[in-house]
């Protein structure tokens, strides 16, 4: 049995959550690490965890022989901060929205340090390991301003400048008109 919990005021991290990309030889997903605030991991999410493996593996399940499901990060500006990696499948991405709930397409708008809330499921493995996993169902954008960048910070508009190209010219087919890289390696200035 599966059940949901709304996390609040969490840091994302390393989130893909408009673009399914394959991870670790997995079908391709959505996902994100959520980061609880100052590592404190509220007891209601572990009692969830633990409710659910005993739903699905019986009610002698404790938490000691059960995968972890709540890791240490293991590295950067988060090193050794409490959180989870949640994932959707490709064929139910997860629901993104703004302060005011409006939906967000652009993918610049998350970024990692961003706080978000987020609608998590955690469901039993039921082959292999005893582990509870968390899916993915929707995030919140609460604040991308007030925040630490846990990536490079950089916008591409700052990284780079705009430089004057020569536009192809276009055929009567439509079509840009190309030149070979021979017939350009005279004109390089480099």
């Given at each position: 049995?599966?059940?949901?919990?709304?996390?609040?005021?969490?840091?994302?991290?390393?989130?893909?959550?408009?673009?399914?990309?394959?991870?670790?030889n997995?079908?391709?997903?959505?996902?994100?690490?959520?980061?609880?605030?100052?590592?404190?991991?509220?007891?209601?999410?572990?009692?969830?965890?633990?409710?659910?493996?005993?739903?699905?593996?019986?009610?002698?399940?404790?938490?000691?022989?059960?995968?972890?499901?709540?890791?240490?990060?293991?590295?950067?500006?988060?090193?050794?901060?409490?959180?989870?990696?949640?994932?959707?499948?490709?064929?139910?991405?997860?629901?993104?929205?703004?302060?005011?709930?409006?939906?967000?397409?652009?993918?610049?708008?998350?970024?990692?340090?961003?706080?978000?809330?987020?609608?998590?499921?955690?469901?039993?493995?039921?082959?292999?390991?005893?582990?509870?996993?968390?899916?993915?169902?929707?995030?919140?954008?609460?604040?991308?301003?007030?925040i630490?960048?846990?990536?490079?910070?950089?916008?591409?508009?700052?990284?780079?400048?705009?430089?004057d190209?020569?536009?192809?010219?276009?055929?009567?087919s439509?079509?840009?008109?190309?030149?070979?890289?021979?017939?350009?390696?005279?004109?390089?200035?480099?």
């Amino acid at each position: 049995m599966a059940k949901q919990v709304v996390l609040k005021n969490v840091i994302i991290q390393h989130p893909q959550l408009l673009t399914a990309i394959p991870y670790e030889n997995n079908a391709p997903r959505f996902g994100a690490r959520l980061i609880f605030p100052e590592g404190k991991v509220p007891q209601d999410i572990y009692d969830v965890i633990l409710e659910v493996a005993r739903d699905e593996f019986g009610q002698a399940t404790t938490a000691a022989s059960l995968e972890p499901t709540i890791t240490g990060t293991k590295s950067g500006t988060l090193a050794g901060v409490l959180g989870m990696s949640a994932y959707s499948r490709e064929a139910s991405p997860p629901t993104i929205v703004d302060q005011t709930r409006a939906a967000i397409t652009d993918p610049n708008l998350i970024f990692g340090g961003c706080i978000v809330n987020a609608v998590v499921g955690f469901y039993a493995n039921k082959k292999g390991k005893k582990t509870v996993y968390v899916g993915l169902n929707m995030i919140q954008l609460v604040d991308s301003v007030n925040i630490t960048r846990l990536d490079s910070g950089m916008q591409v508009d700052e990284a780079f400048e705009t430089l004057d190209v020569p536009v192809a010219p276009i055929t009567s087919s439509g079509a840009a008109k190309t030149t070979r890289a021979d017939d350009l390696a005279d004109s390089m200035p480099f």
